[in-house]
């Protein structure tokens, strides 16, 4: 189901014919540098280049021999080279290939990654805008409050995505970097120019000191950033879910033509989208705990953290992938009922009010703990006996003494709710061009 989303993109970039090809990438960069140095003559370069290659069948085949990837890569590699297949891998341990080439696969996944919040951002802001003025009930503890609009709540969500944006520029910052510095990372068979000049071939940037492993501060950053990304849209998707509810109704996701809901009561549209994107945020998150049990290795480095590594980083790229289109999709493609939304608005009978009479009424003189205490009252003879709040206020003598109907009439008007609503989306907006 997820790769149906995913591949050639996110998906392609983790199969193993892409990993082994950043591979290369890496000693042919670390051979043009020895090269520039005169340490690999131009003859011998040329035909690296040109002979250079694998296959990932005959690397899966050595590997079942020697236990070791980067030694059947090499292998497969040179096997297609020939002779001048001995300038390959001069002076490097596995890791500076392997950390160097997944610093280069994070960061195309990252750059993926932007595009889906860049997608869903623009999204968002259109639906924002659609409903600006449109009036929804606001919630707190899962009860009403007082009056939002649905364009106010998509606002929310918009400005959350834009901080993704940032995390994932600083997370494309702190893996833009790699290390070609030899066993335990003191350079004691390389040339530090070497580093350097492969290193801007591949957009890389060299980290100051590392063991023989880039430090996994750097990944579970990166971890950290898709794991918040996940939890933002499951934060969307809950929403969606509790609006989709019988009894709410305002907002369904997407139900497609011939799509059912269930296999014994036909009537069902489910929120089965959003409830999929809640499950699978979670295994997101819960990969952050292991990138982050991965940062402590012994010394110099073990080999702890790779095994978990070869799961959650495919994983988790591939999932955020998902997820952020799926959510997309589904905002785009909802479909918004404001008519319930409105009907809501006077479940309760204009309990929803209390506040503006509240406040009314303190204008007027009352203190506020006399006011509180005739509002609450009646609001609460409201809701037990199912009456009408503002009949109720309105034939209060301690309200009618101080606030004459017109003046009550304005604590339940839906216009100052909407009042400060442009201000909201003009502060959000104001940093844009």
Not at 408 to 425: A, H, N, Q, T, V
């Amino acid at each position: 189901m997820i790769e149906r989303y995913t591949l050639p993109g996110m998906g392609g970039i983790w199969r193993d014919e892409n990993r082994y090809r950043k591979w290369l990438d890496v000693e042919l960069a670390v051979c043009a540098a020895w090269a520039k140095l005169g340490k690999i003559p131009p003859k011998s370069l040329k035909a690296i280049r040109e002979k250079a290659g694998f296959s990932v069948e005959r690397i899966d085949e050595i590997e079942k021999v020697v236990k070791h990837d980067v030694i059947a890569f090499l292998t497969s590699v040179n096997e297609k080279v020939g002779e001048d297949g001995r300038f390959i891998h001069i002076g490097l341990t596995s890791y500076d290939v392997v950390d160097t080439a997944l610093s280069l696969l994070m960061r195309e996944s990252l750059e993926n990654i932007r595009k889906k919040l860049l997608e869903l951002k623009k999204v968002l802001k259109k639906q924002a805008l659609k409903y600006k003025k449109t009036p929804c009930i606001g919630r707190t503890h899962g009860v009403h409050a007082e009056p939002v609009t649905f364009g106010f709540k998509l606002l929310v969500w918009y400005e959350e995505v834009k901080r993704h944006l940032d995390r994932a520029a600083r997370a494309l910052e702190v893996i833009s970097v790699g290390r070609i510095s030899g066993s335990v990372g003191t350079f004691i068979h390389l040339d530090p120019r070497v580093e350097v000049h492969a290193l801007k071939a591949l957009k890389l940037k060299p980290v100051r000191v590392s063991t023989q492993v880039l430090q996994r501060d750097r990944h579970a950053e990166v971890v950290a950033c898709l794991a918040l990304i996940a939890t933002s849209l499951e934060k969307f998707a809950m929403e969606i879910r509790h609006l989709q509810k019988t009894e709410v109704l305002e907002l369904e996701e997407p139900f497609t033509k011939g799509q059912k809901g269930s296999s014994s009561m036909p009537h069902k549209k489910n929120p089965v989208r959003c409830e999929r994107v809640s499950g699978l945020a979670r295994l997101v998150r819960s990969n952050l705990q292991v990138a982050l049990e991965n940062i402590p290795l012994w010394h110099e480095r073990d080999i702890s953290h790779s095994s978990s590594e070869r799961i959650i980083f495919p994983d988790c790229f591939i999932l955020t992938d998902f997820l952020l289109a799926d959510v997309t999709d589904i905002v785009k493609n909802w479909t918004v009922h404001p008519d319930r939304m409105k009907a809501n608005i006077g479940a309760t009978r204009g309990l929803i009010f209390s506040q503006s009479v509240l406040l009314a009424l303190t204008r007027k003189g009352l203190s506020r703990e006399s006011a509180y205490q005739i509002v609450q009252r009646n609001s609460l003879k409201a809701w037990n006996e199912n009456l009408d709040f503002k009949a109720l206020v309105l034939a209060e003598p301690k309200v009618a003494a101080v606030l004459t109907p017109r003046e009550l009439d304005r604590c339940f008007s839906l216009e100052p709710y909407l009042g400060k609503i442009d201000y909201i989306f003009e502060r959000v907006f104001s940093d844009e061009s």
